[in-house]
């Protein structure tokens, strides 16, 4: 089953902050953040793993509350450079192997104004 | 150097064809995927491979078969293309494997744009 992103469009001025959520009904060994821009692929932020560890970019923070399958992303003094859309990609750990699978959200589409 | 590469870029097409992705990593991955990503961005798994066996088949017509002659390669095949087949096309590689556990997130290339007219 799909995870739920909110909000699904968030408009910002340059430097202003953004909280992107991803929200799932299974339970989950890990949660994956990418980001899109317009006709490119999407291009990875952030892992984070049941157990707490993180591996991702310096620039860019998130959390995962294991126990509510839930998982933000925390985009401080944004930049013109932080457009695009992003997804969280979830993987289910409820028991036997994921293989890897990563079930995507529906994306939440972030536009940084001068 | 590219890590994920797909050709062809774009590819527009008569319904009914039979037409062919190809993808290729050098990350020395043993797991691929390819993933449909609709005109509303929904972006959806249809396969997976690990080191040339197929381990995750979505529920995909079966118009639609994948490939994988060696680990860094994983192509699609397309028979008799129908319209809602257009969208874009991303292969996918992790280093996920089933001997140990692995938790790394997926590579993508960048992507096929499938147009069926």
């Known amino acids: 089953q799909q995870p739920v992103q909110s909000p699904q469009a968030v408009i910002l001025r340059e430097g202003e902050d953004a909280v992107i959520n991803c929200s799932s009904s299974?339970?989950?060994?890990?949660v994956h953040w990418y980001r899109q821009k317009h006709g490119e692929a999407p291009v990875f932020l952030m892992i984070?793993?049941?157990?707490?560890e993180q591996k991702g970019h310096e620039k860019i923070s998130a959390s995962f509350n294991e126990k509510k399958q839930q998982s933000s992303l925390y985009l401080t003094a944004s930049q013109l450079s932080y457009s695009g859309t992003y997804f969280c990609g979830t993987e289910e750990g409820a028991g036997g192997t994921s293989y890897g699978k990563l079930t995507f959200g529906q994306g939440t589409i972030l536009t940084v104004h001068p | 150097d590219t890590a994920v590469s797909q050709t062809p870029k774009y590819l527009v097409t008569q319904m009914g064809n039979d037409k062919s992705i190809k993808c290729e990593q050098n990350?020395?991955?043993?797991?691929m995927y390819w993933y449909k990503q609709d005109s509303k961005k929904f972006l959806k798994i249809m396969f997976s491979y690990n080191n040339k066996e197929l381990i995750i088949n979505e529920t995909v017509p079966n118009r639609f078969s994948p490939k994988s002659p060696d680990k860094a390669h994983l192509n699609l095949h397309i028979n008799s293309l129908e319209l809602g087949d257009s969208a874009v096309y991303f292969c996918?590689?992790?280093?996920?494997?089933?001997?140990?556990?692995?938790?790394?997130?997926?590579?993508f290339g960048p992507g096929t744009r499938l147009t069926v007219l």
């Open positions: 990350l020395g991955h043993d797991t």
């Open positions: 299974k339970a989950l060994y890990s």
């Open positions: 984070l793993l049941k157990g707490g």
């Open positions: 996918a590689s992790s280093q996920w494997t089933p001997f140990r556990e692995v938790r790394d997130t997926q590579y």
